[in-house]
């Protein structure tokens, strides 16, 4: 109505005015895209990047996250431990156990470096954000949160229905196929043994691994106040 | 100030219908503010003068200018008022400001702000005011308004007389303020052709800029149509 | 007595007015830009979609320490505030909201000079808070504010002329006595033009180069903080309020409407003017900010032009109706 004066344009007069106007009246009129976050927890996306989450169980102390870490934010303290021989006259094994495994946020950059660095999938990436704190030395969180911090960790999305395969799993059945067709050669002829003992092994990593993965609890909502 | 001047006005009213016939030994109130308000604009007209800080010099011309407004009210003229507001405190002060702001716009005293020829100017100034106060003397006498009947200076009058016994003056004052502001346009436009000329021929000595700047003026000079 | 009486209770209402009516443009205007941008606002403050938002900002002002800088000039800084938001309560003395005596508005004869006089004068504020700053972007914004002033108050006064020319009378109440509903689309150029040039006047937005934060923080008052700064924002929204009700009263009719004449005439007024400080808000959120020249350039290649044709219109149609 009192919209102000056109602009000198060959168009019509102020159609360009009346335009902006139509936009700021018509988006009045809608709904509003403000997230009362505090009020209302925000719909988050599948594989939001929140905090990241320890899986220590598959934590074997390698050191790769850490070194990896362009902010130098990951403190890992282990000791060996020797485990005696399984069998009589065998050799005892060394291994690795993680005293404390920190990370400092008030570092982090959230690169995911050290998730996708991961050879053992201890670490994931959770959607958990609310976890400020007033001294930003509290902020270096120890294992004990980095774990509870796991169980928010949501299951990988579904595939689409014609996706190929998952990798590991693709790899598993292959195995398990040769391997099937190797026993079958192997009773009329015979077999290599040492070939054989390798295809046996190999299966069993890849399929854990993804077996974990999707076995994981799903509290979503459990990091939450 | 005003207010306090209308306030008065509607207070003091009542007042001068019991002074009954004019003297100057029985002031109405109206008399008495009509003085008070007086004293104020010549004591501001006087610092305004005076005073070595030259913004301070052009608020107290607001205050001066604003005290001839309320004198003009207290004798009913009020569309004088209003408009001596208008012009004056709203447009010249305005001006002079704008002017003093893109100068100068000291803070604090101007110590060169003091001519020399003060004795020069002060005698001329009395000799105008001795002039003034001695015509207008001359021509009312002992002329008296009636402030209680209706208005003298209401719009409506002043409408009458302006149009009715002072045509002939208005109309030359009109043709001299249309001449005065064709000149300024004639000047303004000169100078900016002046300024174009000179520009172009700046430009004309570089080769690239001169082909930019030119459609680029043009399309101004479009858009101001 | 009863004069006194009179005026002392039309002082007090409308200094009620003055502190309520900006309170709820400026509050308006926080809701109203904020879901034209698909934000919500305030919600907080006062529980219910935060309706007491400005009594918590002005609570937080008054707490406020009240700075003069160092080399300004201290009187003049301190008296700034006052004289830009005193000739808006003034203003709103003039303004009749419905007929008859209860409402304010009688006192003065010639009212359009009145309230445009003493409008310009709301102006001086920000030039003396301009120069008093010692601060060079409050040095620039006075600057502005001054070349705006000349430049907006020229179409302003003709277009008001035109009606005054229309009514056959300068006073308020007359024009309103004498408007008919034909002169809408009659003084409907005169109009716009008048309200832009208002909106220029008041620094509103896409008018605000005085106050353009992104360039000169905030103009004149870049220095005040405090209540003082309140007093400037006040008067802002008081100016809305004060232009929207002369429009409505110069060009919309004031407490003319279709129906509900007797009685009822403040609320036409209420709403007109309403209508229109929503405008206000709704051209501040959809257009960007004009620059300098396009600012000089508007008011003196399209308003003054535009109102001349307007004062023209007015004299042939007046003249042909007697």
């Known amino acids: ?225 | 100030m005003t207010l306090a001047a209308t306030v008065g006005r509607l207070a003091a009213d009542p007042m001068s219908t019991a002074a009954g016939s004019p003297g100057f030994l029985s002031p109405t109130g109206v008399e008495i503010a009509f003085l008070l308000v007086g004293l104020v604009t010549f004591g501001a007209a006087v610092v305004t003068v005076t005073t070595r800080q030259l913004v301070h010099a052009a608020l107290w011309l607001v205050v001066a200018l604003g005290g001839l407004a309320v004198e003009y009210l207290l004798l009913t003229a009020e569309f004088i008022a209003w408009v001596q507001v208008l012009i004056y405190v709203g447009s010249v002060v305005v001006l002079l400001l704008f002017g003093l702001m893109l100068t100068r716009a000291p803070i604090g005293r101007s110590p060169d702000a003091d001519s020399g020829n003060r004795w020069a100017a002060l005698t001329v100034a009395v000799a105008a005011a001795a002039a003034l106060v001695w015509v207008v003397v001359d021509a009312f006498r002992t002329t008296w308004i009636d402030l209680d009947g209706p208005a003298a200076g209401s719009t409506r009058v002043t409408g009458a007389s302006l149009f009715q016994n002072w045509v002939l003056p208005f109309e030359a004052l009109s043709v001299l303020l249309l001449a005065a502001l064709v000149g300024a346009i004639v000047l303004s436009r000169k100078a900016k052709a002046d300024s174009a000329r000179t520009a172009r021929a700046t430009s004309a000595e570089r080769d690239t800029p001169a082909a930019l700047a030119e459609p680029d003026t043009r399309s101004d000079t479009e858009g101001a149509r | 007595m009863n004069d006194a009486l009179d005026v002392t209770l039309r002082l007090l209402i409308v200094f009620v007015v003055f502190l309520s009516f900006p309170l709820i443009v400026g509050q308006t205007e926080h809701k109203v830009m904020a879901h034209m941008q698909g934000r919500l606002g305030p919600m907080y403050a006062g529980g219910f979609h935060g309706w007491a938002q400005l009594v918590a900002d002005g609570v937080k002002f008054a707490q406020k320490e009240d700075v003069v800088p160092a080399g300004a000039d201290r009187r003049i800084f301190q008296l700034a505030p006052a004289v830009a938001l005193l000739p808006y309560l003034l203003v709103l003395l003039a303004i009749p909201i419905g007929p008859g005596e209860g409402a304010a508005g009688q006192v003065v004869d010639a009212g359009i000079f009145f309230v445009l006089a003493v409008m310009g004068v709301g102006v001086l504020g920000s030039l003396m808070a301009g120069w008093a700053s010692a601060n060079k972007f409050s040095l620039l914004g006075g600057l502005r504010t001054a070349a705006q002033l000349l430049a907006y108050e020229l179409p302003m006064l003709l277009t008001a002329a035109s009606v005054a020319m229309a009514a056959g009378t300068v006073s308020l109440i007359g024009i309103l006595d004498a408007f008919e509903w034909w002169w809408l689309p009659w003084q409907i150029v005169g109009a716009i033009v008048f309200f832009v040039a208002g909106l220029a006047e008041l620094q509103r937005p896409p008018f605000d180069m005085p106050v353009a934060d992104s360039e000169i923080i905030f103009g004149a008052y870049t220095e005040y903080t405090g209540l003082r700064f309140a007093l400037f924002l006040l008067a802002e929204y008081a100016g809305i309020v004060v232009l929207c009700g002369l429009t409505t009263v110069l060009f919309l009719g004031g407490w003319h409407g279709p129906w509900g004449a007797d009685g009822l005439g403040w609320v036409w007024t209420l709403l007109k003017t309403a209508v229109l400080a929503f405008i206000v808000i709704w051209l501040r959120v959809t257009y960007p900010r004009l620059r300098e020249d396009q600012l000089q350039k508007l008011s003196w290649t399209l308003l003054v032009p535009l109102s001349l044709a307007q004062i023209a219109l007015t004299g042939i149609v007046k003249v042909v109706i007697q």
């Open chain 1, 1 to 225: 109505m009192a919209e102000p004066l056109p602009p000198t344009r060959p168009r019509i007069p102020g159609s360009g005015l009346a335009k902006g106007l139509a936009v700021t009246l018509r988006t009045m009129t809608r709904k509003t895209v403000t997230e009362q976050y505090p009020d209302a927890q925000p719909e988050l996306p599948p594989r939001t990047r929140g905090v990241i989450g320890l899986f220590e169980e598959n934590c074997t102390v390698c050191m790769l996250c850490a070194r990896e870490c362009p902010d130098w934010c990951i403190y890992i303290d282990s000791h060996k431990e020797t485990v005696p021989a399984a069998t009589p006259g065998g050799r005892d094994r060394s291994r690795n156990v993680l005293d404390r495994f920190a990370i400092d946020f008030s570092l982090c950059m959230y690169c995911g470096i050290c998730i996708e660095v991961c050879p053992f999938d201890a670490l994931f990436w959770s959607p958990e954000f609310e976890y400020s704190e007033t001294d930003i030395r509290d902020l270096t969180h120890e294992r004990d949160k980095l774990r509870e911090w796991m169980w928010t960790v949501p299951a990988p999305p579904a595939l689409d229905p014609g996706a190929e395969e998952p990798k590991e799993l693709a790899a598993a059945r292959k195995t398990a196929d040769k391997l099937a067709a190797q026993q079958e050669a192997d009773r009329a002829t015979e077999p290599h043994a040492d070939e054989q003992a390798r295809a046996a092994e190999q299966p069993t990593r890849p399929a854990g691994d993804s077996k974990q993965q999707t076995d994981q609890p799903r509290p979503e909502q459990e990091g939450r106040e």
